[in-house]
């Protein structure tokens, strides 16, 4: 099993018991013994394998004796006897938007309800209304959501399909016979939600490679099985389609099946121009009075032959790309490597995982140099959030650490509740004493979009509102965004010198990345913050850095990968003057 495995493996061990109503203290050492697997820097796996866990904080005597078991063979008798005592079907509620496991096992154990098949039917009767702890308004959220989940029914979290992609390719790369590997569809080009999964590989012996990648562990059936082609269904629930082509074909195969079908469409009108039809296979020339067809050995070299910069895979969506290729207008796109610090960072204080000298140290360990602390103020209460004396201890705690670093600080700051009103959750005396604050709506979510957007630009206006943070609240694949006028917020945005927060949570990825082209060429910083409640979260930067590539973003446009001197600077300075 991998660590990802283990690690999913112990927080669905940590759901199972509190679904049973255990101890919190026992559910809470398998949510902590699932982080430390996930974020342990050493290879933890050996280290179970050999019997040498002792010591390691999160990990006590029981975990260490069940890590030992799944490291040597993989699985575990004690969770396999614990998810016996539940129908399978009960776990997919908790895809349900609004359910947690004892409202669960409250449906499950009043009502009989094993499925969303039997909770929407219940909803429908009207009987989860009666219930302790619902209602009206309850029940018609709950069906509310269930309609959206069959909606998006086949799609998957970008983060979800990065992990499973990865692993795929590193197998593709270990047979003999593969000479190139690549992921291709809208997992190149970076989309929020994948519906399944598309890899290439360059070979001189297809058949060899198609024959291998049915064998592959997690492939759960073969549906379609060719020389050039093979669809499987892995376990986690996608379809993965791999596709075997010559070197030669590789760079063409590698263009027509990462998309987008518009921005192919373009190349292809491009390509008639010269008298060649383009192809997953190939230029071939058309006409009698063709340009002669050059050589191409890279994906570069068919954009070159058509007159056109290369085009990055994330911009490959036919929304203006091919236009500015064209006239060497693209622009230079931000990397990873460009970040220099990050903010909206949780810790234990508020909902996060992990404590704030942890989250330093991970932050510290990825050669950030700064790092931004915001737990949530008090109206958070689901989440633990700050009020102002504890939020003002940890302020001094911030300052106190910053004494003891070289090269490295840690910005105070506050995921500040937006009000109902507009209004802000602390004051501007507190508010004052911190580096910076993001603002953010984290309730009453369903009021109407002109209402929606005033609340939010009044929390714009307030001098102390550094960024805004995920603008829209939606919940990928759960819950739709809230109706908010992009426009007129990005326009606010640029008036009051507000950054826009994009949230690379996987499950987040707010503001959309169609919005951050207006919002550039509007003058708008944004800020790539991973929102993270644990250290292996921080790796979310990652992918807010492909949202920031698909919104045409490039380094000058994100105020995170300024220095820490001149990040200290600009924060140090009035809203108005930034």
Not at 353 to 373: C, H, K, S, W
Request: with cysteine; net charge negative; glycine share 6%.
């Amino acid at each position: 099993m991998t660590r990802e495995e283990i690690s999913s493996l112990f927080e669905e061990i940590a759901l199972l018991l509190e679904m049973k109503g255990e101890n919190p203290f026992k559910v809470r050492a398998y949510r902590s013994g699932a982080e430390t697997v996930r974020s342990y820097p050493d290879d933890i796996l050996q280290m179970a394998r050999d019997n040498q866990l002792s010591g390691i904080k999160g990990l006590g005597e029981a975990l260490r004796d069940k890590l030992h078991e799944l490291a040597t063979t993989g699985r575990l008798e004690y969770y396999e006897k614990l998810r016996a005592e539940f129908p399978a079907t009960l776990f997919e509620m908790f895809e349900v938007q609004g359910l947690g496991a004892k409202k669960i096992m409250l449906l499950h154990r009043e009502l009989g309800i094993s499925s969303v098949a039997d909770l929407k039917q219940a909803c429908l009767d009207g009987r989860i209304a009666g219930q302790t702890g619902f209602g009206e308004k309850s029940q018609h959220n709950i069906l509310e959501s269930i309609e959206h989940r069959e909606k998006n029914a086949g799609r998957f979290l970008l983060g979800t399909v990065a992990m499973v992609v990865d692993r795929l390719l590193d197998l593709l790369r270990d047979h003999p016979e593969s000479l190139r590997v690549a992921a291709c569809g809208s997992y190149r080009r970076g989309r929020e939600t994948i519906g399944d999964i598309d890899l290439l590989v360059a070979t001189p012996h297809s058949a060899s490679l198609t024959e291998y990648f049915s064998t592959l562990p997690g492939v759960n059936k073969i549906l379609v099985h060719g020389e050039t082609k093979i669809s499987v269904l892995l376990d986690e629930g996608m379809q993965c389609d791999l596709r075997a082509v010559a070197n030669a074909q590789f760079p063409f195969a590698l263009l027509y099946f990462t998309g987008s079908k518009e921005h192919n469409v373009a190349l292809r009108q491009l390509a008639n121009d010269k008298g060649w039809s383009l192809n997953e296979y190939a230029f071939t020339a058309i006409r009698d009075d063709a340009e002669a067809i050059p050589a191409i050995n890279e994906e570069a070299d068919i954009y070159q032959a058509l007159g056109l910069q290369c085009i990055p895979p994330e911009m490959r969506e036919n929304l203006g790309e091919i236009e500015a290729a064209r006239d060497n207008k693209l622009p230079r796109l931000i990397q990873i490597g460009n970040l220099r610090g990050t903010f909206h960072n949780h810790t234990t204080e508020s909902d996060g995982r992990n404590t704030l000298e942890e989250m330093v140290e991970a932050a510290q360990d990825l050669g950030l140099q700064y790092f931004g602390i915001a737990d949530h103020s008090k109206s958070s209460f689901q989440a633990n959030g700050l009020d102002e004396e504890r939020l003002l201890r940890q302020v001094e705690k911030i300052r106190a650490m910053n004494g003891k670093l070289e090269g490295f600080r840690i910005f105070a700051g506050s995921e500040v509740d937006i009000l109902k009103d507009g209004a802000l959750d602390f004051s501007d005396d507190v508010l004052s004493q911190l580096d910076y604050c993001v603002a953010s709506v984290h309730n009453v979510m369903n009021l109407d979009e002109e209402t929606m957007t005033r609340r939010i630009i009044r929390a714009m206006e307030n001098p102390h509102v550094t960024m805004l943070g995920h603008m829209t609240g939606r919940l990928l694949l759960k819950r739709d965004a809230c109706a908010v006028n992009h426009a007129k917020i990005i326009d606010a945005a640029a008036e009051t010198r507000t950054i826009i927060e994009l949230n690379c949570s996987p499950k987040r990825l707010d503001m959309d990345w169609r919005w951050w082209h207006r919002a550039r060429d509007k003058g708008v910083l944004c800020s790539i913050n991973p929102d993270a409640h644990s250290t292996a979260q921080l790796q979310y930067l990652h992918y807010g850095i492909l949202q920031a590539r698909k919104g045409w973003l490039r380094k000058e446009d994100v105020a995170n990968t300024l220095s820490l001197e001149k990040i200290t600077d600009f924060l140090a300075k009035p809203k108005a003057q930034r």
